[in-house]
């Protein structure tokens, strides 16, 4: 089941989409316009509350900003090639002979 809810927020009408799903999630409809006036906003807003977006054109729904998924990045990226590399041969020692240089030939 759905339906639209309208109330006034600061001299605005605000028109929520309520969904029955086992429980009520309310989702905040925004106009295309106001969409593309407020972008990274809106997106901000979704990220911070975790609450969807649903984006209309005269009415009718395009579009849905969700949240992301749950960042699976480590803290730190610190020590994340431990016990990867492998040493191989000398390191210690220069790569080629001192007579290989240009500027060992003079």
């Known amino acids: 089941m759905v339906d ?5 927020l600061e001299n605005r009408i605000v ?3 309520i969904i029955h799903q086992g429980e009520n999630m309310e989702k905040e409809v925004v106009t295309i316009s ?11 807003k979704v990220k911070r509350t ?3 977006i649903l984006v209309t054109r005269r009415g009718e ?12 990045r ?3 990226w610190l020590g994340m090639f431990q016990a990867t590399g492998r040493i191989v041969g000398d390191i210690v020692s220069p790569a ?9 030939k003079k």
């Open 4 to 8: 639209f809810k309208r109330f006034q």
């Open 15 to 17: 028109q929520c989409l």
């Open 34 to 44: 106001k969409f593309k006036a407020t972008c990274l906003a809106l997106l901000d």
């Open 50 to 52: 975790g609450q969807p």
């Open 61 to 72: 729904p395009i579009a849905q900003i969700i949240p992301p998924p749950d960042s699976e």
């Open 74 to 76: 480590p803290e730190s």
């Open 96 to 104: 080629l002979e001192n007579t290989a240089w240009e500027v060992f």
